[in-house]
Each structure stands twice: as structure tokens, then as C-alpha cells.
């Protein structure tokens, strides 16, 4: 009987370091998403495009904007240390037609970079502000550009892009008196889902624009993450805006002259934020459970997503 019970013994001690084998699931891919910070090379504190590399889960590369035309050698640099001497981005989203968003295109093209498909909100011509080098590869069909309007989707493998601004009929009769302003004001806003995590980019979308969006789409604005509007200037990131959001986290590109306002209330609805001008390169990386966000000043922030 001791026999049996001692062979019993040893079967379920076996079993039980056994178990755990199967018990534990495989770890989720992760989406990671890259700040790209150009202060270092930018000719004024104040000034600093928009720029950010979105490693998907399914091994696919996305550019979100390109940052400003200054000094290519920096990005360059800063995509081969996040995927080494891979030339292919599969997608580019370029949230409207600025310099500070579109203005390194070419250069990439330039370096050997290619692009699979290319996003943008369709609206530019040559006023203020423009790209003019990705205008004319619009123009003359170097790029083929998809225009997106609210209610249009992407979904790549396990991550789905709702876009929410602007409107399907938002197009202009004519853009020749159009000014800077009006181009922020119908730039691409969007959300990138993945799993409990969800990041709006909000583009360089100015008050007006804002309270549209919250009319249209405020029951399902929330967000585990924010990179703020209009790089965190007070013309944009109103408060009705803002506390439909309710991010963990929020991100802003710059700490303009004109945003003191609008960063303390970006502050005040999130747990951390971080300004790419002055915390340096930021990065994050979510399974979809959780999420994880280190830069070069400060210590990793992990948030447990709902």
C-alpha cells in the first residue's frame, strides 16, 4: 500500500511540474510604435515635425508622417536603429501635406527607402506651409496616393486603423486662398487598435475640428494613448476633446511657445505625458494587455490595460 501510495506520490508531482508546459500560453506579438525626436537638428526649440515608426505585429512596417525636411541623416539613423538595413515600409500615413509631416518622404526615397502603400487625407496644393516635393510626386504619380475619410478602416493582421476625420465629402472646391489653419483642420485623425489597447492620433487638428469629432464619434473616442494635436499647441487639445480621451498616457511632438495651456491640460487628464523635444526619443510596445513606454530621461512606465 506505502508502495503504491509513494508511486502515486511521484505521478502527481510529475503531473504538476508537468502542467505548466501546456498551461502557459505563447507571449502575444507586440506592436511597438517609435517617437522620433528632431530637436537635435531642428534650427529652433520650438519647431519639430511629426514622426513615428509603427513596428505591427505581423512583422509589417508603418510610417505615421516623415518629420520635417532637416537633415535626413538623423531619421535615416533612427529607423536603422529600430529595423537595421530594411529599406521596404510597407504603409505611410501622411496625415496632411505640412513640411513638418510629409517633408522627409522624398529624402527616404532618395536613400534606397521604398513604400508600399501610401495613406494620406488628400487635400494640398501650393500654399503655405506645403510639401511641395511630396506634392509633386502626388502630381506626377511617383506615389499613388489612397485617400482615407472617417468611416474608412485598415485592417493589418491583428490591428485595425479607424480613421475619423475627415469627412467623407470633405473635399474643398478650391484651395487657393486656403490658408495653413484649414489644412491642419482636415488633417487625418485616427485610432490604432490593437487587442485592450487602443493610440488616437490626432494629427494637426485645430478647436473646431475637435468638437466636430467629439459630436460624430465621442462614445468610443477613449484611448489607452494620446499623441496630441497640432504637436500640443493651444489652438488644438481642447478640454471637451481631451476628456472624451481619458488616455493613460499622452505624447506631444514639441513644447510650443503657444502651448503652455494646452500641455497642462493634456497633464491633467493623463497619468504621464511626454514631450519628444525634451525627453528625447520615446518608445512604446503593448501585447495588447499591457503597456510599456521608456525615453531617454526618464524610467519605464507599464500600465495594465482594461
Excluded at 107 to 136: C, H, P, Q, R, S
Excluded at 207 to 229: N, P, Q, W
Excluded at 281 to 304: A, N, S, Y
Aim: a negative charge; aromatic letters at 10%.
Amino acid at each position: 500500500m506505502r508502495k503504491f501510495a509513494s508511486l502515486l506520490l511521484v505521478i502527481i508531482m510529475a503531473f504538476s511540474l508537468y502542467v505548466p508546459a501546456f498551461a502557459e500560453s505563447e507571449a502575444a506579438p507586440e506592436l511597438k510604435l517609435h517617437f522620433l525626436n528632431q530637436r537635435p537638428v531642428c534650427p529652433e526649440p520650438y519647431v519639430h515635425g511629426d514622426c513615428t515608426l509603427a513596428e505591427l505585429p505581423n512583422g509589417q512596417l508603418m510610417l505615421i508622417d516623415s518629420g520635417l525636411d532637416i537633415d535626413p541623416s538623423h531619421t535615416i539613423a533612427w529607423l536603422e536603429s529600430h529595423i537595421g538595413d530594411t529599406k521596404h515600409i510597407d504603409y505611410f500615413i501622411g496625415t496632411h501635406y505640412h513640411q513638418d509631416h510629409t517633408g522627409t518622404v522624398d529624402d527616404l526615397m532618395k536613400a534606397g527607402y521604398t513604400f508600399g502603400e501610401y495613406y494620406t487625407n488628400g487635400w494640398g496644393d501650393n500654399n503655405i506651409g506645403v510639401d511641395l516635393d511630396f506634392i509633386a510626386m502626388v502630381w506626377g504619380k511617383t506615389i499613388e496616393e489612397k485617400v482615407l475619410r472617417s468611416g474608412d478602416s485598415l485592417t493589418i493582421g491583428d490591428v485595425v486603423i479607424d480613421v475619423l476625420w475627415p469627412l467623407p465629402d470633405d473635399v474643398p472646391s478650391s484651395m487657393e486662398n486656403m490658408d495653413s489653419k484649414e489644412l491642419n483642420e482636415h488633417s487625418l485623425v485616427f485610432q490604432m487598435i490593437y487587442g485592450d489597447f487602443t493610440a488616437l492620433f490626432a494629427a494637426d487638428v485645430l478647436e473646431r475640428s475637435e468638437a466636430e469629432i467629439v459630436a460624430l464619434h465621442g462614445d468610443r473616442m477613449m484611448s489607452s494613448f494620446y499623441k496630441a494635436a497640432h504637436h500640443g499647441n493651444d489652438d488644438g487639445n481642447s478640454q471637451i476633446f481631451l476628456d472624451t480621451i481619458e488616455p493613460y498616457a499622452s505624447l506631444s511632438f514639441a513644447r510650443w511657445i503657444y502651448g503652455k495651456n494646452a500641455t497642462e491640460r493634456i497633464k491633467r487628464i493623463s497619468m504621464v505625458h511626454y514631450i519628444v523635444g525634451e525627453d528625447g526619443h520615446v518608445d512604446l510596445v503593448t501585447d495588447g494587455k499591457t503597456m510599456t513606454i521608456t525615453c531617454e530621461t526618464r524610467e519605464p512606465e507599464i500600465f495594465e490595460l482594461p
